[in-house]
Structures are given as structure tokens and as C-alpha cells.
Nanobody, 115 residues
Framework: QVQLVESGGGLVQPGGSLRLSCSAS????????MRWYRQAPGKERELVAG????????NYADSVKGRFVISRDNAKNTVYLQMNSLKLEDAAVYYC????????WGQGTQVTVSS
């Protein structure tokens, strides 16, 4: 079955960096676009970034453009989210997502931005 396992979250100061990873299994990873979403307390889940199956196309929420970079390694069945210049408002639980008939989600990884 489809499994998505996120890792890499943690506590970081404003201006710092983190790299999130999402390890995928149970499907042919290289055939599917992947996405990162996030959800802060009291807010709706929002799309942060997406990447096409081969990695040639990416898109970002306006709020993270120029600071976050999504990438993938199809040999490792892993998608990454490099987050730089983190702001207080980036604090959230970050989820990996694949749309394969219907959306599949990982368990999420917590990112806390605090001084």
C-alpha cells in the first residue's frame, strides 16, 4: 500500500534552514508528481510546493517563493523540501502528498520557528 513518511522537522530560529524529506513506497514513485502541504494551528491545510514526476517542473506558493526549493530523487523514492530564511509564519505541520486516484498523505513533520 502507499506509504509516505516525512522527516526532518524540528525547531529552528527565524532566518534558519531545514530540509524535509518524504520517503515513498507502495507505488511507482517516478510516475507521479509530488506535493508538500502545511497546516498551522487553526488554519486550513495549504499547498506549499509541487514537483512533476521527472522533476522538470516545480511550483510554489507565493509565500515561499525564493525561499523554499522542492526536489526529488527518483532513485531513492524521496522528495525533499529545502526551507531557507524561515519565518515565524512558516511554523506548521508539513505533509507530503501524492494524488493517485485520491490523495495520500504522510503523518506529517512538525516545523517550529521560534527565537
Amino acid at each position: 500500500q502507499v506509504q509516505l513518511v516525512e522527516s526532518g522537522g524540528g525547531l529552528v530560529q527565524p532566518g534558519g534552514s531545514l530540509r524535509l524529506s518524504c520517503s515513498a513506497s507502495g507505488f511507482t514513485f517516478s510516475n507521479y508528481g509530488m506535493r508538500w502541504y502545511r497546516q498551522a494551528p487553526g488554519k486550513e491545510r495549504e499547498l506549499v510546493a509541487g514537483i512533476s514526476s521527472a522533476g522538470g517542473f516545480t511550483n510554489y506558493a507565493d509565500s515561499v517563493k525564493g525561499r523554499f526549493v522542492i526536489s526529488r530523487d527518483n532513485a531513492k523514492n524521496t522528495v525533499y523540501l529545502q526551507m531557507n530564511s524561515l519565518k515565524l509564519e512558516d511554523a506548521a505541520v508539513y505533509y507530503c502528498n501524492v494524488l493517485r486516484g485520491f490523495p495520500y498523505w504522510g503523518q506529517g513533520t512538525q516545523v517550529t520557528v521560534s527565537s
